[in-house]
């Protein structure tokens, strides 16, 4: 059994600044003593290796990956009254940057196989006041996005990308951020790609959003003092851009060992467990590996006295919290989503796991599940 000094955690973040100190803390002390905090250089320089990595003429370095979603509605012209549909289960960033433009957020239920928004769903909620589709890549994988492509062509809607869970995630081998007219991504801490802070960013090929994007993160302004439009502080400062153009250099490394980690995971862990599942022309970043299984409190208290960590994303689904009320959503209105969040939990997945962590883990759980089939 581990400690609780040896417990395992979701993500290990110190372990992973160890392993990068000696590239990071230089470069933390040049930007200290050169004072290049706002706007710099190394902000100029990732935003270029950022969108070569996603395949996207253009990105904006963004204070938060909340920001990216209410500036990327606000650059296509999302207005009061709009309607923007998004999945159910996914965090509440996605609908409240709806909400917050006074656009109406309009849910969509779950994929039982894949987790990501049921696109078969998609047409029955479209009105003459949709205006735009928020895909989120949950867990790591994009979904179906042909399908949902020749939708918003069709009804002439706009595709933003949540991205946040899935940097560096392919459909047909094709990135997020190639498949919408813009993605965007967060670099909290413990995403996939992070920062020591908040961070985010929008990636794009449309040049008129791109222009727009970094006119609005900027208090609106063409120069110092001359504003164009009515803006927003949320720029992405220069010392997490030169934190994360150290890390890109290795997320697709780090992106594999998951990958690695979660095909140990589908291999040895009891069947009684729902495992992820992968979308035939997706490749899955897992930024989770998510379980599923109705006896999933008994299932985590265990793990828990075992010494291993885990997670709920998300144990209650957006059109059933207190925040959207007002949209007058009911029990069983989206009832595969309303499933998923009683049985869903997230084991521990990142790329410094060791192999013993790994074994203990698939142990562990294979002896709940026997405890559980004897019961």
């Known amino acids: 059994m581990y400690s609780h000094m040896n417990k395992i955690p979701l993500i290990d973040l110190p372990l992973q600044y160890q392993r990068l100190k000696k590239e990071i ?42 920001t990216a979603l209410d500036l990327a ?119 996939n790609l992070g920062c020591f802070g908040d961070g985010g960013a929008i990636v794009t090929n449309s040049s008129k959003i791109a222009k727009t994007i970094f006119l609005l993160r900027d208090h609106g302004r063409t120069s110092k003092y001359s504003h164009k439009l009515v803006g927003y502080n949320g720029r992405l400062d220069n010392l997490q851009a030169a934190i994360l153009r150290i890390k890109l250099k290795y997320l697709d490394i780090w992106n594999e060992n998951r990958r690695q980690i979660a095909r140990y995971y589908n291999s040895n862990l009891s069947s009684i467990y729902t495992i992820p599942q992968t979308f035939p022309k997706s490749k899955h970043v897992y930024y989770t590996y998510t379980l599923a299984h109705k006896k999933r409190n008994l299932i985590i208290s265990m793990l828990a006295s075992n010494g291993i960590s885990s997670a709920i994303y998300y144990p209650i689904p957006l059109h059933l919290q207190e925040a959207y009320s007002n949209l007058e959503y009911r029990k069983k209105d989206l009832p595969v989503a309303e499933n998923i969040c009683k049985n869903i939990f997230s084991i521990p997945i990142y790329p410094e796991m060791t192999e013993k962590q790994i074994h203990h883990v698939v142990t562990v759980l294979n002896k709940i599940a026997n405890n559980i089939k004897n019961a």
């Open 25 to 66: 803390d230089p470069v933390i002390k040049r930007i200290i003593k050169n004072g290049d905090f706002i706007l710099g250089e190394d902000l100029r320089m990732f935003e270029r290796e950022f969108a070569r990595y996603c395949g996207a003429k253009y990105c904006c370095g963004l204070s938060s990956g909340s």
């Open 73 to 191: 509605l606000k650059a296509i012209g999302i207005k009061t009254g709009d309607q923007v549909i998004c999945p159910t289960l996914t965090f509440t960033a996605s609908a409240a940057a709806i909400a917050n433009l006074g656009a109406i957020p309009v849910f969509i239920d779950t994929n039982p196989i894949t987790y990501n928004l049921d696109k078969n769903q998609i047409a029955k909620k479209i009105t003459k006041k949709t205006k735009a589709i928020i895909v989120v890549h949950l867990y790591g994988q994009i979904t179906d996005m042909d399908e949902i492509g020749e939708i918003a062509k069709k009804y002439k809607l706009k595709i933003i990308e949540d991205a946040a869970q899935a940097h560096g995630a392919t459909y047909k081998n094709k990135k997020t951020g190639f498949w919408g007219d813009i993605a965007c991504f967060s670099f909290y801490p413990s995403k």
